[in-house]
């Protein structure tokens, strides 16, 4: 190879190198997974001995982010509550106590209704794997009552399958390399260049672009069928099926303030629809909730009616602060005792 | 596989590997590139790459039968048979369903209803490209201006190159034949060239073009009426320089790709929105084309040899016809007929250039602008769109909605269209080489940076 082109090539990669060197050793040191030092050693759950108290699930035997109890361990009395959701009652950040789901355990024992919480909740989970661990899980721990709180992850995957669906066709995507190309896309997707470029510059581009305001029909129609698909699921294993609405950190009148921070948020979760649009789309499922709990004769527990979207309560878009997890625990403790007593 | 991806750079670097360390006999490079060529082909859809090496089978062969060939009328059909085979691929693939449902919408015009038949084929990539390199081979040996090529491995390549397979330039046979059968020899000035072009197509296509699109064309061709007639007119003005920075990004990424392997391509745009007339922008313009129409169908038409109004036929034609080319559908035969209409106006009204500065500013302000109406006829995707579009533009609403990165953004692109880059180009070759690679890594870094969505070249289309 001429001199020169291999120079190149070598000092522009070494260059590439040592930047993403940089970039991941700072986010090793903040305590994110990186491609070339890894995971560091420390993690919430061993600072806080969960797993050398071996109190807290999940574990293989237990794969719920609450305190480990047997599956046949509960009395006449006792409450079994399976919260079906995602990172917004997982919430790995967190102590398992600190959670909503544990707290409104918490709440509820308190107040006379002894409870076992059972928190399914799973990061990136839509309401198809809530459903599936549902089906699979469900009889060997048989809960009274199955909550369930989801919203965001299944707009982003209902908005991709409108995306592909609108594109089908206009990409020869029969290619032989698709495979590795696919992996390959994952792979620079964990890179820390890539992190930063497109949080610094492809956020603002995609912040003064003129993004997509309208909710596809898909999306209305989908989530409810997806509810519908729940309830079932839920009765199969002849649990008591329980729906919330869900709350974003804006209501929609002050959909024209949002925050840059929280439009880069929800950028970055997904730039498919625009960063305005998600407090109408919020609203607009809830009312979805709503009218299939109605037609279902379903609980709802009105998380939006009871106005605790405050930005107090939230740390982003979707997930809840420590005042925001107690207050979301409360109310639900509170809906949850009157609905046990009145059952 | 696109140029502004990573599995590209990690194919290219590959390659560039092989082909110097690895093959080092000109045997052994040419089947490498043929080789990588398909398989860079077959990243996009495998099943295709069958349709080039059928293409470069019939001219290859064809080829030599015209050049042996001493009878006219043989000669003749043997042109024809390349013609056909290559027509008949583009017209199956490209042309089929859209003159079925013309002829359909014909006839339900004329009050009859009549089914028509559609296939389900997708478009190859580059067919309109590589058909037209294989015709302008077979069509010079006809006219005895070039010998065939007699080993099918240095035609097959010169016919599926990867760097211009899928979106040009059309390179002629006589510029790139004689470069294959040449010894390899690349100096550092074409390396540097080489890898500075790529360095400015990457930053034309993504971090202009693609931009542009995102932070307003495509919105404003969608929903027209959601802006006000200033927002469209700017986006008028962006769409003209995105498919400038598009369609040249990818140019200057062909050509200088070809350079690090040792060929040299024909530059395909010199900057065009400089032009004062027709005539003048198409030997500024995707000059590969304009060139490939003006030999082979202008000047078989009989070009300006006959009366004035044979010449505006032949123009008319001409540019109908490169304005199917784009795409099959009414709007790019519009803006052929367009282009066509504007090239005899012209030449009706013998417009020349202006002497003065000051009327030749006139002359290129008052030409891009038709320009840039022509590019609205290409944009639009339908013909409700276009009314929708100019009836918007039209009402004159005021107000702005596009953002100020959007305005620096489109400065950028219309400045960068006047800069002289060969004299850039020539400071930064005086770079040592640890500074050459530190600006290579930033312009990696901005396109990384800018790289919002996948976006395709704009033609890859065709």
Request: charged share 20%.
């Amino acid at each position: 190879m001429p001199v020169s082109l291999r120079n190149s090539i070598f000092y522009t990669l070494l260059f590439l190198f040592c930047i993403e060197g940089i970039l991941e050793y700072r986010g090793y040191t903040r305590g994110f997974s990186t491609l070339i030092f890894g995971t560091p050693s420390k993690t919430y759950a061993r600072d806080n001995n969960e797993n050398i108290e071996k109190s807290y699930g999940p574990s293989a035997e237990f794969p719920f982010r609450s305190s480990i109890i047997e599956p046949s361990f509960k009395t006449a009395e006792t409450v079994r509550i399976w919260i079906a959701s995602a990172s917004y009652a997982e919430a790995i950040d967190r102590p398992v106590l600190e959670t909503f789901p544990s707290m409104a355990c918490g709440a509820l024992s308190k107040s006379g209704v002894p409870c076992q919480m059972l928190n399914a909740s799973k990061a990136g989970w839509s309401i198809k794997n809530n459903i599936e661990q549902i089906l699979t899980e469900g009889r060997r721990w048989q809960p009274d009552y199955i909550l369930l709180y989801q919203m965001g992850n299944d707009v982003k995957s209902l908005l991709q399958e409108n995306d592909r669906r609108s594109n089908s066709g206009n990409d020869l995507d029969n290619g032989i390399f698709d495979v590795v190309e696919d992996k390959m896309q994952k792979l620079i997707e964990q890179t820390n260049l890539y992190v930063h470029t497109r949080e610094f510059v492809g956020g603002y581009i995609l912040i003064s672009s003129h993004l997509n305001e309208q909710i596809p029909e898909l999306v209305f129609r989908e989530y409810r069928s997806r509810l519908e698909a729940y309830i079932a699921a839920c009765k199969q294993i002849q649990a008591k099926p329980v729906l919330m609405t869900f709350l974003g950190r804006n209501r929609p009148e002050t959909a024209d303030n949002i925050p840059l921070d929280l439009k880069f948020q929800l950028l970055k979760y997904t730039s498919l629809i625009s960063p305005e649009t998600w407090p109408r789309i919020t609203s607009e499922l809830n009312k979805i909730i709503r009218q299939v709990a109605e037609q279902h004769k379903v609980l709802v527990i009105d998380l939006e009616k009871a106005a605790l979207d405050e930005p107090d309560n939230f740390k982003d878009y979707f997930h809840f602060t420590k005042i925001g997890h107690k207050k979301v625990g409360e109310f639900v403790a509170k809906e949850m005792k009157d609905a046990v007593n009145n059952s | 596989m696109v140029f502004n991806s990573v599995e590209f750079g990690i194919f290219l670097v590959s390659l560039l590997y092989l082909y110097f360390s690895v093959f080092r006999g000109d045997k052994q490079r040419d089947v490498l590139l043929l080789v990588a060529s398909y398989i860079f082909y077959m990243a996009w859809y495998w099943t295709y790459a069958g349709l080039i090496f059928l293409s470069s089978i019939v001219d290859f062969f064809i080829g030599k039968k015209l050049y042996k060939e001493q009878d006219q009328k043989r000669k003749k059909l043997f042109l024809f048979a390349s013609l056909a085979t290559n027509l008949s691929l583009l017209g199956i693939f490209k042309y089929f369903n859209f003159f079925s449902d013309t002829t359909a919408t014909i006839f339900s015009g004329l009050g009859f209803q009549v089914d028509v038949w559609h296939h389900e084929l997708l478009l190859p990539v580059g067919i309109s490209f590589y058909t037209f390199q294989t015709l302008s081979y077979t069509l010079d040996i006809y006219r005895g201006k070039i010998k065939p090529e007699p080993k099918f491995i240095k035609f097959a390549t010169y016919v599926a190159f990867f760097p211009q397979l899928v979106a040009g330039p059309i390179v002629r046979a006589a510029d790139f034949l004689p470069q294959l059968n040449r010894k390899l020899a690349v100096t550092d000035k074409q390396i540097q060239l080489g890898l500075s072009l790529i360095c400015l197509g990457l930053i034309k296509k993504v971090c202009i073009a693609d931009t542009l699109a995102l932070l307003a064309v495509d919105a404003a061709f969608e929903n027209p009426q959601q802006f006000s007639s200033l927002d469209l007119l700017f986006s008028l003005y962006a769409y003209a320089f995105q498919i400038y920075c598009d369609f040249s990004g990818y140019s200057d990424i062909a050509i200088g790709v070809a350079m690090l392997f040792g060929f040299k391509f024909p530059v395909n745009f010199n900057k065009p929105y400089l032009s004062a007339s027709p005539s003048e922008f198409w030997t500024r313009w995707h000059i590969s084309l304009s060139s490939w129409l003006r030999d082979y169908l202008y000047i078989s038409l009989g070009g300006n040899r006959g009366t004035s109004l044979m010449t505006y036929r032949n123009l008319f034609l001409t540019m109908l016809l490169g304005g199917l080319w784009h795409g099959a559908a009414m709007n790019f035969i519009l803006w052929g007929i367009f282009h066509g209409s504007i090239l005899i106006l012209y030449r009706l009204l013998k417009v020349s250039n202006a002497t003065t500065t000051s009327g030749l500013f006139l002359q290129r302000f008052i030409f891009f602008h038709l320009v840039v109406f022509g590019w609205l006829l290409f944009r639009v995707t339908s013909m409700d769109n276009f009314l929708e579009y100019s009836a918007t533009l039209l009402s004159f609403s005021t107000g702005i909605s596009l953002s100020p990165l959007f305005f620096f953004i489109l400065l950028v692109a219309s400045v960068s269209h006047f800069i002289d880059f060969n004299r850039i180009q020539e400071c930064v070759g005086r770079f040592p080489i640890l500074l050459r690679s530190i600006a290579y890594t930033s312009v990696l870094l901005l396109v990384l940076s800018f790289s919002v969505e996948d976006a395709a070249f704009i033609y890859f289309q065709f």
